[in-house]
Structure formats: C-alpha cells, structure tokens
C-alpha cells in the first residue's frame, strides 16, 4: 500500500540555522508532492508543490523542497530560520492514478530554540 | 478574498447527539473534504466529494454523513455512532486532480 513517512515526529533547530525535513514516500511511480504547514489551532497551509520537471522546487517563507526518484524523498529545507516558522509541517502525496486523495504523513513538529 | 469558512470554530457534544459541523468555500472548487486529526496521527480522510449530489467514503467514514447539495457547501455530521468524536476537524477543497487543497481553520469538538 502506498505511505508517506515523516521520520522525525519532532525537530529542534536554532533561530537563524538551517533546516531539513525528511519525507519519504512508497510509491512505483512518480507521485505529485505538496509540503503543507500548520500552525497550532489553524488549518494547513501550502508551501509548495511539485507535478513534474525541475527537481528543486520554490515555495513561499523562504522554503524549498527537492524531489529525489532515486530515493522516494522530498525534502523541505530553509537556510535560515525563523521563530515565527515554529509549526507542524506535513507532507502529501498524490497518486497518478488516484481520485483526487492525498496521502499525509504524520508530521514534524519545528521547535525553534532563541 | 477567497477561501473556505468552518463553523463553530469550537463545538460541544452531548452523549447520544449529533452535531453538524459547517464548511463553506468561495473558491468555485468542485471537490471537497473532510478530514479529522488527532495528536501524532497526521489527517485522515473521513468524506470527499467531487461534485455535487455525489461523494464518497475516506479511510474513516463510519459515524459520519455529509451532504453536498451546493458547489459551495459540504456539511459533515458527527452522529451519537461516532464513539470517540473529539478531535480537530478540517474541511478543504480543491480546482480538480493534482491541484492542492486549501484548508479551512478547523473545527475543534469535544466530548461534554
């Protein structure tokens, strides 16, 4: 069956370093990808997507995330954080032959240390 | 400005009671979902619909109806079979296949 796995349930990164999210997904082909944020008692945000071509894809707040077939990953990094991206970060994917679903991972909870 | 409204924002059941939780979007979107959350399990997909007078079951529809009458409007019920009802309740929506979903801000509801 397909998953996407969030291996880190919390990470904590100092204000001002960077940042990497894992996510890896079980899939055979080659799925549509969002990154979403949450912040406590909201609803998710989209920071960014990928469909297809360019592997690094931008998104908003600074984030980028890189789409790696090889390794069934696609990471969010941001060179430097901020205590206001404190936050629950989620990771989708979507099935090329899928009804309009989306697979989450668990999340990764960002604790940011002043 | 666009978007999706979820009301109440917070929501108190009675035992036996069913309770009906309210989304609306404004973004002419043909599909809809309803999706509950708890602490470190991620979303899981109660209902969707993608068009109207039609949707179907998620991962965990049990305890659950909805009904989408309108484009606009995807109300979910969470009846008295639903045992363990207390959780955050998102609603989203989404253009069609591989469009992202835009999320509502929840509903939280809890057990009185």
């Known amino acids: 069956a397909q998953s996407v796995t969030q291996p880190d349930i919390h990470i904590t990164v100092s204000e001002g370093a960077s940042l990497e999210l894992r996510c890896n997904y079980s899939y055979g082909a080659t799925p549509y990808l969002f990154w979403y944020v949450q912040s406590p008692g909201q609803g998710l945000q989209l920071l960014l997507k990928?469909?297809?071509?360019d592997t690094l894809v931008q998104g908003i707040k600074g984030f980028e995330a890189e789409f790696k077939r090889s390794q069934s990953s696609f990471n969010l990094r941001k060179p430097s954080v901020h205590w206001s991206d404190a936050a629950e970060y989620f990771c989708?994917?979507?099935?090329?032959?899928?009804?309009?679903?989306?697979?989450w991972g668990a999340g990764t909870k960002l604790i940011i240390k002043p | 400005d666009g978007g999706i409204t979820q009301s109440p924002k917070y929501l108190f059941r009675k035992e036996g009671q069913n309770v009906t939780l309210s989304c609306e979007q404004n973004l002419n979107h043909d599909a809809m979902y309803w999706y509950r959350q708890d602490p470190g399990q991620g979303l899981r997909l109660i209902y969707y619909s993608q068009i109207v007078n039609d949707f179907q079951k998620g991962d965990i529809a049990e305890g659950y109806s909805v009904s989408r009458e309108k484009k606009e409007s995807f109300p979910l019920t969470v009846t008295s079979a639903q045992k363990n009802p207390t959780a955050f309740y998102l609603c989203?929506?989404?253009?069609?296949?591989?469009?992202?979903?835009?999320f509502g801000d929840g509903t939280r509801l809890s057990i009185l």
């Open positions: 989708a994917v979507g099935l090329m032959d899928s009804n309009y679903q989306l697979i």
């Open positions: 990928y469909f297809s071509g």
């Open positions: 989203a929506s989404s253009a069609g296949f591989r469009q992202p979903q835009h």
